[in-house]
């Protein structure tokens, strides 16, 4: 465990175990609420409740995804990936949005094929189905809590794509909740109305977690603030001149830096090299986020 700032930063291992823990809450969670919905969706005649289910066996599938990715990409550097095996989360974020958007799709159309039949041909739904999108809502809003409050401890992307999906739940299960109420009060078609609304929620998270992964994945530069520390930090450094060009780029959940400093020219490049390594260790001592940094030393006749 390593601090920077007044926060802390946890190790591989530990981040590994919390991200282990939170995936397997998510599993029991969603087994549970895929076995209630799907039931009480059948029983009690609602093809939202039912959208919904289907909806919670694809977060199960999902979270295996997570829990997956966690294990291989907390392995060690090996001679086939000598950067480490980080970006494994960025893929399965993006497999996490394939799900979720074919899930989306399917649940969209079929809601749509029962807007379009006759009102006569709807049952209306049981008081069961009611209680379950009643319950899945505020089921699906503590897990969202929970998870991305653990996202941003260890800085998880899949974690935090996790979590999206299951705020996205949290509306979508409203929106059966709304449209079962409705159909019992004589609107029968808002039950379907409100699956394609399910629908949409779930398409505007999977859209949402495959921008962030590929963000993660084309070298994205980190935020100006942290940029700001960087400099920050290596300007303090005794020997260093000026800070001449900082660079940085995302490595999944870990962030790779490019440093340019410059030093009296008239030092020996044993010296300067010294300056360089200090330099380096102080950035990676200071900022556990980053996975490796490049110094690269350039003269300066005099200091300003």
Known sequence: MKTNNGLTYLGDAQKKAIATKVSWIGIAGNVFLMLFKLFAGIVAHSGAMVSDGIHSAADVLSVFVVLVSVKLSHKAADKEHPYGHERIECVASLILAFFLFTVGVGIGVSGFKKILISS?????????????????????????????????????????????????????????????????????????????????????????????????????SCSAEFISEIKEAIAAEPDVINVDDVKTRMFGDRVYIDVEIAVDGRKALTDAHLVANSTHDMIEKSFPQVKHCMVHVNPSVQKT
């Open 120 to 220: 006569s041909q709807i049952v209306v739904p049981g008081l069961l189905a009611l209680i379950a999108a009643g319950v899945s809502a505020i089921t699906k809003e503590v897990l969202y809590l929970y998870t991305i409050s653990k996202a941003k401890e260890i800085d998880s992307s899949v974690l935090k794509a996790s979590a999206m999906d299951h705020i996205s739940d949290v509306y979508a299960s409203i929106g059966a909740f709304i449209g079962i109420l409705g159909a019992r009060h004589g609107y029968l078609k808002l039950d379907a109305v409100a699956s394609v609304a399910i629908c949409l929620f779930i398409l505007k998270t999977a859209i949402d977690i495959f921008k962030d992964a590929v963000n993660r994945m084309i070298d994205r």
